[in-house]
T-cell receptor, first 114, second 114 residues
Framework: NAGVTQTPKFQVLKTGQSMTLQCAQD?????MSWYRQDPGMGLRLIHY???????DQGEVPNGYNVSRSTTEDFPLRLLSAAPSQTSVYFC?????????????FGPGTRLTVL | AQTVTQSQPEMSVQEAETVTLSCTYD???????LFWYKQPPSRQMILVIR??????QNATENRFSVNFQKAAKSFSLKISDSQLGDTAMYFC???????????FGPGTRLSVLP
């Protein structure tokens, strides 16, 4: 199993550009989520999905869109990038929603918005 | 809203010694989960240990153990026989019983010195 994979590893954008961060898992996990990590702060939940076709907002959803058309993939879209979105982004998955299910994290994407 | 506080931004310990990382949290819920995650320089988030709030017995995982004080809302991590590979950022995290509110602390940077 590859586990949770994220692409790209690094990305630089200009303000106003759009892009999609890819996340995929091959563990047949129902629950997937996106976090951002900023210096001096822990991870903050952006969006999550409890299964294909179902998504919901986390703590900091503004400026981000998600969709879940398949169990395996959970892309994160930035429609108009802003410098405040400079961060490291982590995707995670677990068998299903619930704190008794271990979350597996991807390696992260470092995004810089100029 | 739940909050997680880690009051030690940085700590260091000599190899083979024992170190304790502090974590406090705030919640009005009775059933929840607490976690310690390790993030080495590779950025990969790795689950170290998990504690269920309804269990009074402190969780232990090899050299890692916790001191869970529910009334005081305290959840410290003890690392025994510290190894160079333990050098990492350590994040304390809280999650409600439904897995809907995953909140991370700001992290403690631990350096294990040879």
């Amino acid at each position: 199993n590859a586990g949770v994979t994220q692409t790209p590893k690094f990305q630089v954008l200009k303000t106003g550009q759009s892009m999609t961060l890819q996340c995929a898992q091959d563990m047949n996990h129902e629950y997937m989520s996106w976090y951002r990590q900023d210096p001096g702060m822990g991870l903050r939940l952006i969006h999550y999905s409890v299964g294909a076709g179902i998504t919901d907002q986390g703590e900091v959803p503004n400026g981000y869109n998600v969709s879940r058309s398949t169990t395996e993939d959970f892309p994160l879209r930035l429609l108009s990038a802003a410098p405040s979105q400079t961060s490291v982004y982590f995707c995670a998955s677990s068998y299903e929603q619930g704190a008794d299910n271990e979350q597996f994290f991807g390696p992260g994407t470092r995004l810089t918005v100029l | 809203a739940q909050t997680v506080t880690q009051s030690q931004p940085e700590m260091s310990v000599q190899e083979a010694e024992t170190v304790t990382l502090s974590c406090t949290y705030d919640t009005s819920e009775n059933n929840y989960y607490l976690f310690w995650y390790k993030q080495p320089p590779s950025r990969q988030m790795i689950l170290v240990i998990r504690q269920e709030a309804y269990k009074q017995q402190n969780a232990t995982e090899n050299r890692f153990s916790v001191n869970f004080q529910k009334a005081a809302k305290s959840f410290s991590l003890k690392i025994s026989d510290s190894q160079l590979g333990d050098t990492a950022m350590y994040f304390c995290a809280f999650c409600d019983n439904y897995g809907q509110n995953f909140v991370f602390g700001p992290g403690t940077r631990l350096s294990v010195l040879p």
